[in-house]
């Protein structure tokens, strides 16, 4: 609202687009031109936002796939700017960038339109990024991360004036590291290139450091965390990249280059995931246990494979035909708001969020900021009712957002909001293996998966999972000696390869054979792992909020 009060930049001339002549106009807002042609009767205009210009060039340049700079052009220029492409998938538009390039009639002239052009882009652009630390994982995906950051995103950037220091990490969890410890002064936000790993990095480190700035304790699930100032952006180059997915609707890199570029913003709910008294991780997407932890554990010994891993570890840990003893305790959320079967579908504006963000945050002008929606509203005297469940499940799921990926583009659960301090929990009871299948086969079509009499589906806004009685988890610091457990400590972290209590009892070194057992002995696991956004926790008891 504050941008009405300025003077809108004017300009308006006559220029050439090749060999046609048309009336440009730089109004404060938007740069439009429609050709001069008496035939063009419909005097079809463009009109390009100026929040959507990337940057403007002297002379007739290109930027991709390479530069290059035409000679003789002291009457041209050039303007690049988001361009809306007609591909895609049905969930989320592919960005391009659009280019013109236009021919004054005079050097002057031209020196004008490039001054006021930049005036326009600098008065009206308040939200966009100037320098960005950005973090390539080199292992992520199909390991083009760098290849696609310097080919694809690099260039953007510095078309848009914006300075980059590239980190390419050497270890897991550097990432996390360098924004818990180094000084990050002059930083308007944090990148990185790869999958929804590189990117819960980020995350922790993002969500720690402003903790310990703000001298809080990220242990105490009674506490408001501070929110964050400091923007995530993800350039998607991983395996399921489902955080990318779930809030651009496609996983390209030109286009969520362009986003980072013009200063879109999206507020994400981040799940907290403690075992007793202490914070074990955060989640954005996926707090999964059952097949989802399953399929992960398996996954983790066949990296090599790339993304492929996560289709054949599927198929194996759907032959084994496993089902778990749990008790499932959950907060429900306020119905009158959403449900998780609304058919609504959460997109950057979505109202339910809105609401929910001035619902949590009544007071705070950072309502909009990232990671806005933490701890919220658990007084203890207006938390609700707690429900429980218990049985044998196939899966229970929490996902604070759809997790909508290639793989299944609406979703875990198509209706869930990004940022409404809710999560959706679907629980799977024990069923016959088509059932089982059918249920999973659903999530690659607009067929309903929660519509199905083994599977309940709540929006919830806790959740607790525990071993029911008499098998409670007596082998935690048994676990922890071989996890290391957490994310919380150097050199604490769970292994990548895997956590599976049966794993861990009978050695690791036997590898696929054991985990396995339920195909070829008669000695199934009885307890699971919990997948939280693709790292395996090192505890089975835990309470999410
Ligand atoms: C018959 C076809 C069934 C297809 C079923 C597709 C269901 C796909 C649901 C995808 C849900 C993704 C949730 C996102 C989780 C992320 O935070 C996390 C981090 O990246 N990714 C994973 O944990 C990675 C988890 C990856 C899970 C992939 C599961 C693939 C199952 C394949 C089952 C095949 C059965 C074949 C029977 C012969
Ligand atoms: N240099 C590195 N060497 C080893 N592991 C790394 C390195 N950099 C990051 N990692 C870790 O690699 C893991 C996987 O990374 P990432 O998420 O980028 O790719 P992915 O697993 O292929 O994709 P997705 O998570 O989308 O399935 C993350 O846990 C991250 O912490
Ligand atoms: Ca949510």
Redesign the pocket.
């Known amino acids: 609202m504050e941008l009405m009060d300025v003077d809108p930049v004017r300009l308006e001339s006559s220029l050439w687009v090749g060999k046609k002549r048309y009336r440009a106009a730089l109004t404060g807002w938007h740069l439009n031109w429609t050709e001069l042609d008496k035939k063009n009767r419909d005097k079809k205009t463009v009109s390009v936002p100026v929040s959507e210009v990337i940057g403007v060039e002297e002379g007739r340049v290109q930027v991709l796939p390479q530069r290059s700079v035409a000679e003789d052009t002291d009457r041209e220029f050039t303007v690049f700017y988001v361009k809306r492409s007609s591909s895609g998938s049905s969930y989320g538009l592919l960005w391009r960038l659009g280019r013109t390039q236009f021919c004054c009639p005079s050097r002057d002239l031209r020196d004008q339109w490039m001054t006021q052009l930049r005036i326009a882009l600098k008065t009206h652009s308040p939200s966009r990024p100037h320098r960005l630390l950005v973090f390539i994982n080199p292992f992520g995906g199909k390991k083009q991360g760098r290849q696609i950051y310097h080919s694809l995103v690099a260039p953007l950037f510095e078309l848009a004036g914006i300075s980059s220091h590239v980190v390419v990490t050497e270890r897991a969890n550097q990432a996390r590291d360098h924004i818990l410890k180094k000084d990050l002064t002059g930083f308007d936000g944090v990148v990185c290139v790869g ?3 590189i990117f ?1 990095e980020l995350l922790h480190g993002v969500i720690g450091r402003t903790q310990q700035e703000a001298g809080l304790s990220e242990h105490d699930p009674s506490l408001t965390l501070q929110s964050c100032d400091l923007h995530i952006g993800i350039i998607p180059a ?6 990318c997915f779930a809030t651009v609707g496609v996983n390209d890199p030109v286009t969520s280059a362009l986003h980072i570029i013009i200063g879109d913003s999206q507020p994400l709910d981040v799940c907290s995931v403690h075992h007793r008294s202490s914070l074990v991780r955060y ?4 707090v ?1 246990y059952g ?2 932890g399953d ?2 554990a398996e ?1 983790e010994r066949h990296r090599w494979m790339g993304p492929l891993r ?2 054949y ?3 194996m ?3 084994s035909n496993r089902s778990y003893a749990g008790v499932i305790q959950y907060l429900p959320a306020d119905s009158q708001l959403s449900s998780p079967r609304d058919n609504t579908r959460c997109l950057s504006g979505c109202s339910v969020c809105s609401k929910g963000t001035e619902r949590l945050f009544p007071h705070s002008p950072g309502a909009s900021s990232l990671y806005s929606s933490h701890f919220s509203q658990f007084s203890s005297d207006t938390e609700g009712e707690w429900v429980s469940v218990e049985g044998r499940f196939r899966a229970v ?1 929490l ?1 604070c957002m759809s ?3 290639p ?2 583009p609406l ?2 659960s198509p209706s869930a909001h990004l940022a409404d301090g809710t999560g959706d929990l679907i629980i799977v009871r024990d069923t016959h293996p088509l059932g089982f ?1 059918t249920f ?2 659903r ?2 079509s607009t067929q309903d998966q929660f519509d199905l009499p083994f599977v309940d589906v709540h929006r919830v806004k806790a959740v607790r999972f525990s071993l029911p009685t008499g098998e409670e988890e007596d082998k935690d610091e048994e676990r922890e000696r071989v996890n290391d457990g957490g994310m919380m400590e150097e050199g604490k972290r769970p292994s990548r390869s895997g956590s599976h209590k049966h794993l861990i009892e009978r050695g690791e070194e036997r590898g696929q054979k054991d985990f396995l057992c339920g195909l070829c002995c008669s000695k199934a696991p009885t307890v699971s792992v919990w ?5 395996i926790l090192p505890h089975t008891e835990i309470s999410c909020r």
Do not use: P, Q, W
């Open positions: 999958g929804d790993g819960s991983g395996s399921t990249d489902c955080v989640s954005v997407s996926l999964g097949f989802y399929v992960l996954s996560y289709d570890s599927g198929a840990v759907y032959l799921s996902t997790s909508s990926c793989r299944s979703g875990l299948l999973l086969h999530h690659t997948n939280c956004d693709g790292e």
